[in-house]
């Protein structure tokens, strides 16, 4: 099998199960490709996950991302038009009660914080960002009556930038750096 067909050099895709044709410039085809750019920044957290050791709840950090990694392959799979895929109601409180529990380890939140504590934080703190940018693409395609999406697999893209932010302030916590506060001067 080769890595490439030649059939998008005239600018367009397809999904997996679908015979039509899109542009690549298109909402469907950008929030397919910013889900795949969060899943991708992902596995160079996960690296960087591992190579810190940290863990909680008896689950390495590379273990807790991997399994998000898996997550977004639905997510997309849905979003491709796929049958049957769709992000389970379940996934969304697993990863609710992993929020939960992180935010009664750390100290409790008082501002917003400015990103660069440690190397892993500042990097999670990232792929929040580009996770938000995944949802609001998704949100658009949706809105818009382009794809439909489930409730659990918007919820878990809702959750998922919550959980790299509780998982930012943990390594921040976990590495014995406090916090910045913006100073808004």
Not at 55 to 63: L, P, Q, V, Y
Request: proline share 2%; aromatic share 8%.
């Amino acid at each position: 099998m080769s890595l490439f067909t030649g059939k998008g050099d005239d600018g367009t895709t397809k999904t997996l199960g679908c015979d039509q044709r899109m542009s690549k410039s298109s909402a469907i085809a950008e929030a397919l490709g910013t889900v795949d750019e969060v899943n991708s920044f992902l596995g160079f957290l996960k690296i960087e996950g591992r190579e810190t050791g940290f863990e909680f709840e008896s689950r390495t950090f590379d273990e807790i991302i991997s399994e998000v990694q898996q997550n977004l392959f639905i997510v997309q799979a849905e979003l491709g038009g796929s049958e049957g895929y769709k992000i389970d109601p379940a996934k969304v409180e697993k990863m609710s009660e992993t929020i939960n529990n992180i935010e009664k380890s750390i100290p409790p939140i008082n501002s917003f914080f400015v990103s660069g504590g440690c190397r892993i934080s500042t990097l999670f703190d990232y792929a929040r960002t580009i996770s938000r940018r995944a949802e609001r693409r998704v949100i658009t395609v949706v809105d818009e009556g382009k794809v439909q999406v489930s409730d659990g697999t918007k919820a878990y893209l809702n959750r998922l930038s919550s959980l790299l932010y509780a998982m930012a302030r943990l390594s921040n916590h976990l590495s014995g750096i406090k916090e910045e506060s913006p100073n808004y001067k």
